[in-house]
């Protein structure tokens, strides 16, 4: 049609009836007008509503219906021009629709004309089933028409409303709608002159010239056809878009009834069709219930659905429903009257099931592939109908069988576990290092790698499980109803599998990315017990550079040596060296229980070949110590009792230690050096311990097996206090046996060499709860210290030959063994390091009270002061006391002497025994002693009277805190007695320079100096002298 319709122009012929049509239009809204007022709202709310956005579809679904039709290929050119035109009097944009199959009839003008009154009401395939679908081309054109053979209709807005305007009655109602009157109820036929012209190989043109406001939406829809539309209208094998010569082509390829290629992607298919009961069509308008028929169709593209494609049902053609599936659901749905959303009802709840065992039908099309998983809904749906079409589907899935070896879902099982461990347990013995075999997709009609006899294959560990492509942890396995097994629950249950060892070995190879923790209780097979498997490799052992075939008497577990993996060690089985076979407990058990076995000799054998293998030394392994072995006696003895033939311990010992001698034949086979390792004693036995618990060894709850050990470490415990932890030795040693020795100017000629040196001069380092650490001194040392080790006595009772402060109170320590040696014996080096010692001070004590000792005067003073000094000395009142009579140095009963608190009182003492130390300590002295002060035992009463005089200032000189005065007697007398000086009723008496000098000197604190103050009292003039030699004192 190269013109729109005029005013007036004249039909040539009406082959469509369309006059007929006008008429009876007419006529209708002549006689009332609500008719016509509800005609243009129908049309406007399906334009403008129901159909807004939908004519592109529209077309394509007439032009599938009519090829349908005709029984031919489906063929539509889909042609938008949008350029000027010359020949028009403005520009103008064009929509040209040519599709191939039936021709345009009267039948169909009618029903293009009448809304909701579809002349396809016999056909069950047409997709247009309401009449009302060309109620789209309304929102985008005021003068569409079609062309069909040499026939054709055309509608025009503008020839409607001068149509409308000649009925008086409609005047009105045409003023109150501004002059809008329905453009599809008044179709006018057109001339031969007018026809569009129908490109070849078409058998219909419509052509739409379009509004101005209309081409972006037209152009919007043109460029969203796609493969959608190809498989909602199936009757369409193509497709052809020209927009403004910029040419593309959809093509549908029906290869197979489930398999569609469109522009060359593969879309697999599933489709139900049926009648539909009775029943669910009661609520449903009558057009619907003389078309009793339902359809479904799903569509699954290979590479996943086209970007830009819309997530929403097909009812054939795009709905406002969603649906956020990865496949395209075409069906039937009864509509809403907008014609966008699916009605709700038992009809739709119907085709919600079928839509559900259709889409169970395409997954089970597809090949078998972990693909699939992502086409398992997920419990969230888009919307009200999405939500019911998943629950459809996943209600159905468990019995689906969509999985390898076509099980269902409720069949399998899926291992959360490495691939290759997973591979093992199907049964494939895929190496742990080569590629899985499930890469290619398998229909379900074709065999699979795992076809052969049951699911899994012939040597599967599980029945039923799924390869490992199949992710154990994917939601969509557990909507298939798949069992998920953990790796720990598949590793319990792997003991009851009976494998050869080799096989066990591929197992731990598959399980090198596996989280430990749940591996455990990894079934084991051991060597040399006819197939025996074990729970966990935890204290298994490895043989490494030991033969498992000597050590059966042992007991041990070694893995067997076609099993071994690094999997193992990393899981708590040991390489076992001979070290490490040796840590193992079932040595150690062995050991303990060797002289309750039945074959100790074979006990013997196999753990002296593992230490003579280990070259390990003399009291590293002090359990060995336990092994029962022969003595020459032919008795066994503990290898820890028994003696090498020229041990020097042989004459040390007392006639009843319990030692024996090795046997000669052990010491030939084995050799000394591997006895002694064992524990066979060639010198004293060595005990080493690590992290030693002093507060257990006190309390016996820990032993080390030594004499007194737990009384070494209480006064440990004592020597550094209160712990809020237990302190630790982190490093022990000590020598054995100390208890059994008789010779010991021998055995220590013995100590005194290596290794047992270091466990007497060594001290032993505590660790305290805080860090520090404090030296004590050693277990060895202690005990040695507390017995009669040295010529017959304690240690402690010599002293060392250079202090002469301990003089007469100890002997000078026999010679034969050097300082350092003596000194950790506790030989006594001076006065000071006893009093430091605890109790020692109590010690001192004693000996100063031992008559049989001697002290000169020299030393006495010095001993008192020291105890004196001494401010954590704790001591017991002594009976008798070393004290000084008359000058003479005399032991005497405690309860005779006194305390000397000051010279003053010495001429009133005469024959009193006194103890004497320097000034100051007289108080502390007392204390300690039980002791009266010899001040407080004298009446002090001065009888003679003193003239008050200023103190010499040359005596100032001297002492600067001296008091300003004194009291000068001709002759001093207190209690009877002539004195020098005094002091004590607080006053400063003296008699002459002798007794001033003293006096001063006392009272200021200054004693030291009183012999300085004396002589520049009798002669002043030596003052400069006196002071120039008392500033050359030390």
């Given at each position: 049609m190269?013109?729109?319709?005029?005013?007036?122009?004249?039909?040539?012929?009406?082959?469509?009836?369309t006059r007929?049509?006008?008429?009876?239009v007419?006529?209708?809204?002549?006689?009332?007008?609500?008719?016509?007022?509800?005609d243009?709202?129908t049309?406007?709310?399906?334009?403008?509503g129901?159909y807004?956005d939908?004519v592109v579809t529209?077309l394509?679904?007439?032009?599938?219906?009519?090829?349908?039709q005709a029984a031919?290929?489906g063929r539509?050119?889909?042609?938008?021009?949008?350029e000027d035109?010359?020949?028009?009097?403005?520009?103008a944009a064009t929509?040209v629709?040519?599709?191939?199959?039936?021709?345009?009839?009267?039948?169909g003008?009618?029903a293009?004309?009448t809304?909701?009154?579809s002349?396809k009401?016999?056909?069950?395939?047409?997709?247009g089933?309401f009449g009302?679908g060309f109620a789209?081309?309304?929102?985008?054109s005021?003068?569409?028409a079609?062309?069909?053979?040499?026939?054709g209709v055309?509608?025009?807005?503008?020839?409607?409303?001068g149509?409308v305007e000649d009925?008086?009655?409609?005047?009105g109602?045409?003023t109150r709608?501004?002059?809008?009157?329905?453009?599809l109820?008044?179709?006018?036929?057109?001339?031969?002159?007018?026809?569009?012209?129908i490109?070849?190989?078409?058998?219909?043109?419509?052509?739409?010239p379009?509004?101005?406001?209309?081409?972006?939406s037209?152009?919007?829809q043109?460029g969203?056809?796609g493969?959608?539309?190809?498989?909602a209208l199936p009757?369409?094998?193509?497709?052809?878009?020209d927009v403004?010569g910029?040419?593309?082509?959809?093509?549908a390829e029906?290869?197979?009834p489930?398999?569609?290629v469109?522009n060359?992607?593969?879309?697999?298919?599933a489709?139900?069709?049926?009648?539909?009961p009775?029943?669910?069509?009661?609520?449903?308008?009558v057009?619907?219930?003389?078309?009793p028929?339902w359809?479904?169709?799903?569509?699954?593209?290979?590479d996943?659905?086209p970007?830009g494609?819309?997530r929403v049902?097909?009812?054939?053609t795009?709905?406002?429903e969603?649906?956020?599936l990865?496949?395209?659901?075409i069906?039937s749905f009864p509509?809403a009257?907008d014609r966008?959303h699916?009605?709700?009802?038992?009809?739709?709840?119907?085709l919600?099931?079928?839509a559900?065992e259709?889409y169970?039908?395409?997954?089970?099309?597809?090949?078998?592939?972990?693909?699939v998983?992502g086409l398992?809904?997920g419990p969230?749906?888009?919307?009200?109908?999405?939500?019911?079409?998943?629950r459809?589907?996943?209600?159905?899935?468990?019995?689906?069988?969509l999985?390898?070896?076509?099980m269902r879902?409720?069949?399998?099982?899926?291992?959360d576990?490495?691939a290759?461990?997973?591979?093992?347990?199907?049964?494939t013995e895929?190496?742990h290092d080569a590629?899985?075999?499930?890469d290619?997709e398998t229909?379900?009609d074709a065999e699979t790698?795992?076809?052969?006899?049951e699911?899994g294959?012939?040597d599967?560990?599980?029945?039923?499980?799924?390869?490992?492509?199949w992710?154990a942890?994917?939601?969509?396995?557990?909507a298939?109803?798949?069992?998920?097994?953990?790796?720990?629950?598949?590793?319990d249950e792997l003991?009851a599998?009976?494998r050869?060892?080799a096989w066990?070995?591929?197992?731990?190879?598959?399980?090198g990315?596996?989280?430990?923790?749940a591996?455990?209780?990894?079934?084991v097979?051991?060597?040399g017990?006819?197939g025996?498997?074990?729970r966990?490799?935890?204290g298994?052992l490895?043989?490494d550079?030991?033969?498992?075939?000597?050590?059966?008497?042992l007991?041990?577990r070694?893995?067997?040596p076609d099993a071994?993996h690094?999997?193992?060690?990393?899981?708590?089985?040991?390489?076992?060296?001979?070290?490490?076979?040796?840590?193992?407990?079932?040595v150690?058990?062995s050991?303990e229980?060797?002289f309750?076995a039945?074959?100790?000799d074979?006990i013997?054998e196999?753990?002296?070949g593992?230490?003579a293998?280990?070259?390990i030394?003399p009291g590293?392994e002090?359990?060995?110590?336990e092994?029962a072995l022969?003595?020459?006696?032919?008795?066994?003895y503990?290898?820890?009792?028994?003696?090498l033939?020229?041990s020097?311990?042989?004459?040390?010992?007392?006639?009843?230690?319990?030692?024996?001698?090795?046997?000669?034949?052990l010491?030939?086979r084995?050799?000394?050096?591997?006895?002694?390792?064992?524990?066979?004693?060639?010198?004293?036995?060595l005990?080493r311990?690590?992290?030693v618990?002093?507060?257990?060894?006190?309390?016996e709850?820990?032993?080390?097996?030594?004499?007194?050990e737990?009384?070494?470490?209480d006064?440990?415990?004592?020597?550094?206090?209160?712990?809020d932890?237990?302190?630790l030795?982190?490093e022990?040693l000590?020598v054995?046996?100390?208890?059994?020795?008789?010779?010991?100017p021998?055995?220590?000629?013995?100590?005194?060499?290596?290794p047992?040196?270091?466990?007497?001069v060594?001290?032993?380092?505590?660790t305290?709860?805080?860090g520090?650490?404090?030296?004590?001194p050693?277990?060895?040392?202690?005990?040695?210290?507390r017995?009669?080790v040295?010529?017959g006595?304690?240690p402690?009772?010599?002293?060392l030959g250079?202090?002469e402060?301990l003089?007469g109170?100890?002997d000078?320590a026999?010679?034969?063994?050097?300082?350092?040696?003596?000194?950790?014996l506790?030989v006594?080096?001076?006065?000071?390091?006893?009093l430091d010692e605890p109790?020692?001070?109590q010690e001192l004590l004693?000996?100063?009270g031992?008559?049989g000792?001697?002290v000169?005067r020299a030393?006495l003073?010095?001993l008192w002061t020291?105890?004196?000094d001494t401010p954590?000395a704790?001591?017991?009142?002594?009976?008798?006391?070393r004290a000084v009579v008359?000058?003479?140095v005399e032991?005497v009963d405690?309860a005779?002497?006194?305390?000397l608190d000051?010279?003053?009182?010495l001429?009133l003492?005469?024959g009193?025994?006194?103890?004497?130390?320097a000034?100051?300590?007289?108080g502390?002295l007392?204390?300690?002693l039980d002791l009266?002060?010899?001040g407080?035992?004298i009446p002090?009463?001065?009888?003679?009277e003193g003239e008050?005089?200023?103190?010499?200032?040359?005596a100032?000189?001297?002492l600067p805190?001296?008091p300003?005065?004194y009291?000068?007697?001709?002759r001093l007398?207190?209690?009877?007695?002539?004195?020098?000086w005094?002091t004590?009723?607080g006053?400063?008496?003296?008699s002459?320079?002798?007794?001033?000098?003293r006096?001063l000197a006392w009272?200021?604190?200054?004693w030291?100096?009183?012999?300085?103050?004396?002589?520049?009292?009798?002669?002043p003039?030596?003052l400069?002298?006196?002071?120039?030699?008392?500033?050359?004192?030390?």
């Amino acid at each position: 049609m190269d013109r729109p319709l005029e005013d007036g122009a004249v039909e040539d012929a009406d082959p469509f009836g369309t006059r007929a049509l006008r008429e009876r239009v007419l006529r209708a809204w002549s006689e009332s007008p609500a008719r016509f007022r509800e005609d243009a709202n129908t049309e406007e709310d399906f334009a403008l509503g129901g159909y807004r956005d939908r004519v592109v579809t529209e077309l394509a679904q007439n032009a599938a219906d009519a090829a349908l039709q005709a029984a031919v290929p489906g063929r539509l050119r889909l042609t938008l021009r949008t350029e000027d035109r010359l020949d028009a009097p403005e520009p103008a944009a064009t929509l040209v629709a040519a599709n191939s199959g039936a021709p345009l009839d009267a039948a169909g003008v009618e029903a293009l004309s009448t809304l909701r009154a579809s002349s396809k009401r016999g056909d069950a395939g047409a997709a247009g089933r309401f009449g009302v679908g060309f109620a789209a081309v309304v929102a985008v054109s005021d003068q569409p028409a079609i062309a069909s053979g040499t026939a054709g209709v055309a509608w025009s807005r503008e020839r409607a409303r001068g149509l409308v305007e000649d009925v008086p009655v409609l005047a009105g109602e045409l003023t109150r709608r501004g002059g809008h009157v329905p453009l599809l109820r008044l179709p006018l036929a057109l001339g031969r002159a007018d026809l569009p012209e129908i490109p070849a190989g078409f058998d219909t043109v419509v052509r739409l010239p379009l509004r101005e406001d209309a081409v972006e939406s037209v152009r919007r829809q043109l460029g969203q056809v796609g493969a959608a539309l190809m498989l909602a209208l199936p009757a369409l094998e193509s497709v052809e878009i020209d927009v403004d010569g910029d040419v593309r082509v959809l093509t549908a390829e029906h290869r197979a009834p489930d398999e569609v290629v469109i522009n060359g992607d593969l879309w697999r298919t599933a489709e139900a069709h049926g009648e539909i009961p009775a029943a669910l069509l009661e609520d449903r308008p009558v057009e619907e219930r003389a078309r009793p028929y339902w359809q479904v169709r799903w569509a699954f593209p290979e590479d996943g659905l086209p970007e830009g494609m819309p997530r929403v049902v097909h009812a054939p053609t795009p709905s406002d429903e969603p649906l956020d599936l990865r496949a395209l659901l075409i069906a039937s749905f009864p509509l809403a009257p907008d014609r966008r959303h699916v009605a709700p009802g038992a009809l739709t709840d119907f085709l919600v099931d079928q839509a559900a065992e259709t889409y169970i039908r395409l997954l089970g099309g597809l090949p078998v592939s972990p693909r699939v998983l992502g086409l398992v809904p997920g419990p969230v749906g888009a919307g009200e109908l999405d939500a019911k079409v998943r629950r459809g589907i996943r209600e159905r899935l468990p019995e689906a069988p969509l999985l390898p070896h076509r099980m269902r879902g409720r069949d399998a099982v899926a291992v959360d576990a490495p691939a290759a461990f997973v591979e093992v347990l199907g049964g494939t013995e895929t190496p742990h290092d080569a590629e899985p075999p499930h890469d290619a997709e398998t229909p379900h009609d074709a065999e699979t790698p795992h076809d052969a006899g049951e699911p899994g294959g012939g040597d599967a560990v599980v029945v039923g499980l799924l390869p490992p492509e199949w992710p154990a942890r994917s939601p969509a396995l557990a909507a298939l109803g798949v069992r998920r097994v953990e790796l720990a629950d598949v590793i319990d249950e792997l003991a009851a599998v009976d494998r050869e060892p080799a096989w066990w070995h591929q197992v731990y190879g598959t399980l090198g990315e596996a989280a430990t923790d749940a591996l455990g209780a990894l079934p084991v097979p051991l060597a040399g017990d006819a197939g025996r498997i074990v729970r966990g490799p935890r204290g298994l052992l490895i043989a490494d550079g030991a033969d498992p075939g000597g050590l059966d008497a042992l007991g041990l577990r070694f893995v067997h040596p076609d099993a071994v993996h690094p999997l193992l060690t990393r899981l708590g089985a040991v390489e076992a060296g001979p070290r490490a076979v040796l840590a193992d407990a079932a040595v150690k058990a062995s050991v303990e229980e060797s002289f309750e076995a039945d074959d100790p000799d074979a006990i013997a054998e196999a753990v002296l070949g593992l230490v003579a293998a280990a070259r390990i030394d003399p009291g590293e392994e002090p359990w060995l110590a336990e092994l029962a072995l022969p003595g020459d006696d032919g008795e066994l003895y503990p290898a820890g009792e028994l003696l090498l033939p020229e041990s020097p311990l042989r004459d040390l010992m007392a006639d009843d230690a319990p030692f024996g001698v090795v046997g000669g034949d052990l010491l030939e086979r084995w050799g000394a050096e591997t006895l002694a390792a064992t524990g066979v004693l060639d010198g004293f036995a060595l005990a080493r311990a690590e992290d030693v618990n002093l507060t257990g060894l006190a309390d016996e709850a820990e032993t080390l097996e030594l004499d007194d050990e737990d009384l070494w470490a209480d006064e440990v415990l004592r020597r550094i206090g209160p712990q809020d932890l237990p302190p630790l030795v982190p490093e022990f040693l000590a020598v054995r046996d100390l208890e059994l020795v008789d010779d010991w100017p021998g055995a220590l000629r013995v100590l005194a060499g290596s290794p047992w040196r270091a466990a007497i001069v060594d001290p032993a380092h505590v660790t305290l709860h805080n860090g520090r650490r404090v030296a004590v001194p050693s277990y060895t040392a202690w005990w040695l210290s507390r017995h009669p080790v040295l010529d017959g006595r304690r240690p402690g009772e010599f002293r060392l030959g250079g202090d002469e402060s301990l003089t007469g109170l100890y002997d000078v320590a026999p010679e034969g063994l050097d300082d350092r040696l003596l000194l950790a014996l506790g030989v006594r080096t001076s006065l000071e390091d006893l009093l430091d010692e605890p109790g020692g001070a109590q010690e001192l004590l004693d000996r100063l009270g031992d008559p049989g000792r001697s002290v000169t005067r020299a030393h006495l003073g010095g001993l008192w002061t020291a105890l004196a000094d001494t401010p954590e000395a704790v001591v017991e009142p002594p009976d008798h006391v070393r004290a000084v009579v008359d000058g003479q140095v005399e032991v005497v009963d405690a309860a005779d002497a006194l305390v000397l608190d000051g010279p003053d009182v010495l001429p009133l003492l005469q024959g009193q025994p006194l103890v004497i130390a320097a000034q100051g300590r007289d108080g502390r002295l007392a204390e300690l002693l039980d002791l009266p002060l010899a001040g407080d035992e004298i009446p002090g009463v001065v009888q003679s009277e003193g003239e008050k005089r200023p103190v010499p200032e040359a005596a100032g000189a001297v002492l600067p805190d001296a008091p300003a005065h004194y009291l000068a007697h001709e002759r001093l007398v207190v209690d009877g007695q002539d004195v020098p000086w005094w002091t004590r009723d607080g006053e400063i008496h003296a008699s002459g320079a002798g007794g001033l000098a003293r006096a001063l000197a006392w009272s200021t604190g200054n004693w030291a100096d009183r012999l300085v103050v004396e002589a520049v009292l009798r002669d002043p003039e030596t003052l400069p002298v006196l002071l120039a030699e008392a500033d050359l004192d030390p």
